[in-house]
């Protein structure tokens, strides 16, 4: 039962996570840089903040025994390069479309950011509960390979006006390489989790429930990304002299950007918020435990496809290619059932 509670709420964060990138076609007159610094405020700060604040205070800590606790100032390094990723993971949407863009840039997360981990750790990735960890991460991956071939016979078989109608800048070849950066430099995310685990175990030796002790270390992880995020995004703003966006509309068009980005910013916020909840709920499964990040990637690329498919961004590309795509996710959702099930 523990271990369908945490699945259930890994998916829910994960829904929320592959939902956020919807309220982008709310946002008026504002650019690309001044949208994504802006949403990046609630997504990065703001909320992983209060979240924090939910172990932070049952603990009695101050910031200074947190922050001393070890593993801090990697959190914050890992979760800068995490930033480099978020950059061109936006990219890759913009380019490649919500389904498409964040399916081989989550794919790529997967592996790296479940794989990485287990190897720090000293798991021999060729036996045991190892050997069922890379089992289920190759699973995984061939269920994005499969979702990417998709993406391939779609950008074939739609014309030109077609491209440009369901993914206003589609540009394949782009997209492709960003898509695989922003997957590579995106499982740093994973790793400054895991160097700053002493954290949660010094949150947890005071008492603080494991389902919120983990949410500090992901602040700081957010709280790195944040920084590059913010400096890419103000350079833009200075180069394109875009400046101006978040002054030069009217109060309600303001008032609109501002809740959309936060709406944005919640969605976004609510898969790491729920993997840390979900993964207290499977202390009792190691695999699984170790498994969980490609779970959450693996439902972040199964939810970004229906919301691709709701958005019609696959429309017209031919009842081979949405068969090939519906193959692929079945292939994802496979990867989590057996390991699931191996645990049982």
Do not use: H
Not at 69 to 92: D, K, N, Q, R
Not at 118 to 143: H, P, Q, R, S, Y
Not at 278 to 289: A, I, T, W
């Amino acid at each position: 039962m523990n271990t369908l509670i945490g699945l259930l709420i890994i998916a829910i964060g994960s829904f929320g996570q592959s939902s956020s990138y919807v309220p982008i076609n709310k946002v008026k007159q504002w650019s690309w840089e001044s949208f994504w610094l802006t949403q990046g405020i609630f997504a990065w700060l703001v909320f992983p903040i209060a979240g924090a604040f939910l172990a932070i205070v049952p603990s009695g800590a101050c910031i200074c025994e947190i922050l001393g606790a070890g593993g801090a100032w990697m959190a914050i390094l890992f979760g800068a390069l995490w930033g480099v990723g978020g950059l061109t993971f936006g990219l890759s949407m913009r380019y490649l479309g919500i389904a498409l863009g964040q399916s081989l840039a989550l794919g790529t997360c997967s592996a790296f950011g479940t794989l990485i981990p287990a190897l720090i750790k000293g798991e021999n990735l060729f036996k045991g509960d190892g050997l069922l960890l890379l089992i289920g991460v190759a699973i995984a991956i061939a269920g994005i390979a499969i979702i990417g071939y998709a993406g391939a016979l779609k950008s074939k078989n739609m014309s030109e006006e077609e491209k440009r109608k369901a993914v206003k800048d589609f540009a394949l070849k782009k997209g492709l390489i960003i898509a695989i950066l922003a997957g590579v430099m995106s499982a740093c995310f994973a790793l400054g989790l895991e160097y700053g685990a002493p954290i949660k175990d010094f949150i947890l030796a005071k008492g603080v429930p494991a389902l919120y002790a983990g949410l500090p270390v992901v602040a700081l992880v957010t709280f790195g990304g944040f920084l590059t995020n913010a400096t890419y995004c103000i350079q833009q703003n200075i180069k394109n002299k875009t400046g101006g966006d978040y002054l030069s509309v009217n109060a309600k068009t303001l008032t609109n950007n501002l809740l959309f980005c936060a709406l944005a910013g919640v969605l976004w916020y609510s898969q790491f918020f729920g993997l840390e909840m979900g993964k207290s709920f499977l202390s009792d499964s190691p695999v699984l435990l170790a498994f969980s990040w490609s779970i959450l990637m693996s439902l972040n690329v199964t939810f970004s496809n229906v919301w691709g498919i709701i958005l019609k961004e696959w429309k017209g590309s031919g009842s081979k290619t949405i068969t090939v795509l519906v193959i692929g996710l079945i292939v994802l959702i496979a990867s989590i059932i057996v390991v699931a099930l191996s645990m049982n």
